[in-house]
């Protein structure tokens, strides 16, 4: 126990001496919370659409007129034929063709029904699909009105129609801010855990301390502790730094209960830190190190439902995330700070991370060793 | 028993390599032991072996009284090491280094208190004992390693080129510190490539290819090898090594 505490002291020297892991620490946080919700946002405005009007009815004028009043789109060109409106979508200067036919107004009258093209440039796949989304949105609401002007006889046309009205819960304004933002404390708490921890062991290796350390008579779960611990306060320090600037920038107010998400949190960094551990056994130099902690970030993003809800993702995809620790934190945050959700709710995920702990701080320990 | 180490047919194999190869000497209570070799001959090997952090293939070793194979704590518990590699923290001061192994070494907070002043006192340290290790120049550095290597008072010392890169005379003064910690009754085992420092060790033993080709006082040596300086004798012996840098 003495023992421990005189590694506690000196790791506290060396981290409150090392002004990257306080900039790492104290700034991060504050610019990822900042930037990364307005860049990953997945609303998309000023989609560029190039019209094709052969028919100049008043009809055809009325749909580009909706069009243009939307907030979504930016008529960027107008053409006689989808040849001379292609170039453009083959620059990446447009985003979307809508092409009007010919008789399109006396189709909709006489035959009751009329056809419209819609041609996406599917490179940025977002961009166009919600940009198809949105302009069939309004080619219905247009279809609609046309509708309401007929409908002098009722009784002739007595198509039913369903209204479908829906209500936001947990996330009133549907603001996918609120919604990114716990997400990115995991990815926060995540990188402090393994990666900074990680970095510190192995900095020691590079050092030739660790040597020094090893012909001590030190016991290996002493040394390891006075690592782990160390980044374990930090790791809980930065969540509660996080909370805070997403209170002041974003007016998030967690629905939960804050020791419920601090309890979660306390355990998923125990996982995390021996995953560090267990990096840094293997890794011989800072840049292994990094380059590792860097691509397991990358699969804990991508995989972990971040971005991309874990509902849409392939069958094997699936199967990947049941072993992504952050996968489990990112669902849990989201469901105590957006839902209020309690200790039963969330009962499996402790369940699961706590398992996550064991195993990977028994092969952390298991793999540390002292001689060669 | 007068014995500070005594070594048994101890052996290290990486792969097909025999770093070490079946090595048997003792080293008595007391005594400076210079240990020689070409670079890749094997010394640094058969060190960490000794020291507890590189365990053998084969053989056994007595480390201050305990058996190598079997109680390397109770071995770490007596041994004192310093590196060629330097290792203090650089981005502690001198007091917080000093604390930090007095702390791991079980050393009361009071001891290491006491001992902190004395050391400071004998390095002539104090005026700079709140400064970063980093700032110092290596010269004091190695001082300074050397004092805190041996601040639980462990009866064998090893030391693995410890004046690497510095001047002769803070090499000298280096040796001054080694001579007192000697006189103390502390063994040295020191390995380094300087034969003027093989002139001051008591017994030299001069490692090739994995063996000990020569081991015995520096005047006997020189007799036997009819050479004028431990230099002769060196390249003598290490013109016949097989493996130079590994």
Same mark, same amino acid.
């Given at each position: 126990?003495?023992? #421990?505490?005189?590694?506690l002291e000196k790791e506290f020297a060396q981290i409150f001496r090392n002004k990257a892991i306080l900039r790492l620490i104290f700034i991060m946080p504050i610019v990822q919370l900042i930037m990364l919700p307005l860049a990953a946002d997945y609303e998309v405005k000023n989609i560029n659409c190039s019209i094709i009007d052969h028919d100049h009815s008043p009809y055809s004028r009325r749909l580009i007129g909706q069009i243009e009043a939307s907030t979504y789109f930016k008529l960027v060109d107008y053409q006689q034929n989808i040849e001379g409106a292609m170039p453009k979508l083959e620059k990446d200067k447009s985003d979307i063709i809508l092409e009007i036919p010919q008789n399109f107004e006396k189709d909709l009258i006489k035959e009751e029904k009329a056809t419209l093209l819609i041609a996406v440039n599917a490179v940025n796949g977002v961009k166009g699909n919600l940009g198809a989304a949105y302009a069939s949105g309004i080619i219905r609401t247009f279809n609609q009105n046309i509708r309401m002007d007929w409908m002098t006889f009722p009784k002739m046309n007595p198509i039913p129609e369903i209204r479908i009205s829906s209500i936001p819960w947990y996330n009133k304004m549907m603001s996918y801010k609120i919604f990114m933002v716990p997400g990115i404390l995991v990815i926060l708490v995540t990188m402090v855990g393994s990666f900074l921890s990680s970095l510190n /062991?192995?900095?020691?290796?590079?050092?030739?301390? %660790?040597?020094? %350390?090893?012909?001590?008579?030190?016991?290996?779960?002493?040394? #390891?502790?006075?690592?782990? #611990?160390?980044?374990?306060?930090?790791?809980?320090?930065?969540?509660?730094?996080?909370? #805070?600037?997403?209170?002041? /920038?974003y007016g998030i107010v967690p629905v939960g209960s804050l020791f419920l998400l601090f309890s979660f949190a306390a355990v998923y960094l125990i996982g995390t830190l021996g995953l560090g551990l267990l990096i840094s056994n293997y890794a011989d130099t800072q840049q292994q190190a990094m380059f590792f902690s860097f691509l397991l970030m990358m699969v804990f993003i991508l995989l972990g439902g971040l971005y991309t809800p874990i509902e849409s993702m392939p069958e094997w995809a699936k199967v990947i995330t049941k072993f992504n620790p952050a996968a489990y934190f990112i669902e849990v945050i989201r469901m105590i700070v957006l839902k209020g959700s309690g200790l039963k709710d969330i009962l499996p995920h402790f369940f699961a991370i706590g398992c996550f702990a064991v195993v990977f701080n028994l092969l952390a320990i298991w793999s540390y060793r002292k001689q060669i | 028993m007068n014995l500070a180490i005594e070594v048994n047919e101890l052996t290290k194999k990486f792969g097909d390599f025999v770093a070490v190869d079946h090595i048997s000497f003792s080293v008595k209570k007391g005594e400076i032991f210079g240990f020689l070799g070409?670079?890749?001959?094997?010394?640094?090997?058969?060190m960490k072996m000794l020291i507890g952090?590189?365990?053998?293939?084969?053989?056994?070793?007595?480390v201050a009284g305990f058996d190598l194979n079997r109680y390397p704590d109770k071995i770490k518990q007596n041994i004192g090491y310093m590196s060629?590699?330097?290792?203090?923290?650089?981005?502690?001061?001198?007091?917080?280094?000093?604390?930090?192994?007095?702390?791991?070494?079980?050393?009361s907070r009071k001891e290491i208190a006491?001992?902190?002043?004395?050391?400071?006192?004998?390095?002539?340290?104090?005026?700079?004992?709140?400064?970063?290790?980093s700032s110092l120049p290596l010269g004091w550095k190695q001082k300074l390693s050397f004092s805190i290597a041996m601040i639980h008072e462990p009866s064998i010392i090893f030391l693995d080129e410890p004046t690497g890169g510095v001047d002769p005379i803070t090499r000298r003064q280096f040796w001054d510190l080694i001579y007192e910690a000697s006189e103390n009754g502390t063994t040295?085992?020191?390995?380094?490539?300087?034969?003027?420092?093989?002139?001051?060790?008591?017994?030299?033993?001069?490692?090739?290819?994995?063996?000990?080709a020569a081991l015995n006082t520096p005047k006997q040596l020189k007799q036997d090898f009819k050479a004028a300086s431990m230099d002769e004798v060196f390249y003598q012996l290490a013109r016949g090594a097989k493996r130079s840098d590994h």
């Open positions: 126990m003495r023992t #421990i505490l005189f590694l /062991i192995v900095h020691e290796k590079e050092a030739g301390t %660790i040597e020094q %350390i090893n012909v001590t008579p030190i016991r290996k779960h002493h040394f #390891i502790l006075g690592k782990l #611990i160390p980044f374990w306060i930090l790791g809980i320090v930065v969540l509660g730094l996080g909370l #805070i600037v997403s209170y002041i /920038i | 070409a670079n890749g001959a094997g010394k640094t090997t058969a952090i590189s365990i053998p293939t084969s053989g056994n070793a007595t060629q590699k330097f290792s203090l923290y650089e981005d502690l001061n001198i007091i917080e280094n000093i604390r930090f192994y007095g702390g791991i070494y079980g050393l006491e001992k902190s002043e004395k050391l400071l006192e004998k390095l002539d340290l104090q005026s700079v004992s709140k400064s970063l290790v040295v085992f020191v390995t380094t490539h300087y034969m003027d420092e093989a002139e001051y060790c008591e017994r030299v033993s001069i490692m090739v290819d994995g063996k000990i």
